[in-house]
């Protein structure tokens, strides 16, 4: 190595010969600490403002639209959260999840699900029910009512399969009935209940 500079313009450091002795310079340091020097308030610095579609480059792309809803978010779900009261007529609910209270009648429903917090009174046509609150009314389940360990059920009850856990209570004018007599009572007589 040379002490001139490289192809870059950078100087090269000189090279030593054999024999010689390296010097080493001390790092001078500063006998006492010194605070950094406060900004003016001015001076701090504020985060870039987003860019708007007509300040994109031409290498950047457009924003993207919003994107295609996946199975799970298709869901058309209905939550009444603890200390709610909900009433009126609920229809086209694919989960319903009561946390509340729901006094309402509820058609055209796959999925219920009661809270331990949750009461459901009026009338429901569903496909399934889980039931760890309270129901009281008239209630057709399709395929099965799971009354579990806190559950209270009563009232007139329609169900394809029924799985109660100890300690669950279902009480009133219950029937197990085959899917194909619940379909029908559900499009057309209603008047039983």
């Not at 406060?38 to 403002?49: K, L």
């Not at 109660?164 to 209570?169: A, D, L, P, T």
Request: negative net charge.
């Amino acid at each position: 190595m040379s002490d001139g500079s490289d192809d870059l313009g950078i100087p090269m450091k000189p090279t030593r010969t054999a024999g010689t002795s390296a010097t080493v310079a001390p790092i001078a340091r500063p006998t006492t600490p010194t605070a950094p020097t406060p900004r003016p308030p001015d001076a701090v610095r504020q985060p870039p403002e987003p860019m708007r579609p007509a300040e994109l480059s031409p290498r950047q792309t457009t924003p993207l639209p919003p994107a295609r809803r996946t199975n799970d978010s298709d869901v058309r779900k209905l939550i009444v959260g603890r200390e709610i009261s909900l009433t009126g007529e609920i229809t086209s609910c694919d989960q319903l999840i009561v946390e509340g209270s729901v006094e309402a009648n509820l058609t055209n429903c796959r999925d219920v699900d009661i809270a331990e917090t949750g009461l459901f009174k009026g009338s429901a046509t569903v496909e399934e029910v889980e039931v760890r609150g309270r129901f009281e009314g008239n209630l057709i389940v399709r395929k099965r009512l799971y009354v579990r360990a806190t559950g209270r059920v009563s009232g007139a009850i329609r169900y394809g399969q029924i799985e109660i856990e100890c300690g669950g209570q279902i009480s009133g004018d219950i029937q197990a009935q085959p899917s194909e007599e619940l379909v029908s009572e559900f499009t057309g007589n209603r008047a039983a209940f």
